[in-house]
């Protein structure tokens, strides 16, 4: 979260951001002057869903492993994601299609990705909402799931 809240004071358009945290009671962000919403723990997933449908970008901030969960809800949704470069982020964000990786532990790369999110016109963003469901689809379905499961018992 600290490289996060660095790259959030170095972004130029912070004040075109409204942040939705999930799973968090506190205020990291009060002396950014960034609009947030914190919505706790959400535990229905058709609201989680939602959440995803409505946001433009999901960032993830981990620095020690990027989803697959949260990577995993969110492409499935159509949310791009904003991730350093690890875990299952290596894989299926690709910059500029299915979202922004970002070198890992790299604040002035992260802010930078982060204006790139802001800044981007409607057409471009929507292509990226549409190129990350196709990623989503080709390795996260519970179908794909079970066959590789399937490969390794066998």
């Known amino acids: 979260l600290k490289y996060f809240l660095e790259a959030l004071k170095k972004c130029k358009f912070k004040n075109k951001l409204k942040i939705i945290l999930i799973g968090s009671e ?17 535990k229905n997933f058709k609201l989680l869903n939602q959440i995803f449908n409505h946001s433009h970008f999901c ?6 492993e ?26 299926y964000v690709k910059n500029n299609i299915s979202g922004f990786k970002c070198r890992n532990k790299d604040i002035k ?15 471009k963003f929507y292509s990226m909402k549409k190129r ?16 590789k499961i399937k490969k390794i018992i066998r």
């Not at 506190?26 to 959400?42: D, G, H, S």
């Not at 790369?109 to 057409?123: Q, R, T, V, Y």
């Not at 990350?132 to 066959?147: E, G, H, N, P, Y």
């Open 66 to 91: 990027t989803g697959p969960s949260m990577l995993n809800m969110s492409m499935m949704a159509s949310t791009p994601c904003i991730v350093f470069n690890i875990g299952d982020a290596f894989k």
């Open 132 to 147: 990350c469901r196709k990623v989503a689809l080709k390795f996260f379905t519970d179908k794909i799931q079970i066959s």
């Open 26 to 42: 506190k205020n990291y962000f009060k002396n950014l002057n960034i609009e947030t919403q914190n919505l706790k723990y959400v």
């Open 109 to 123: 790369n992260l802010s930078k990705n982060i204006d790139l999110a802001i800044n981007m016109s409607e057409n």
């Open 59 to 64: 960032i993830i901030p981990s620095i020690d």
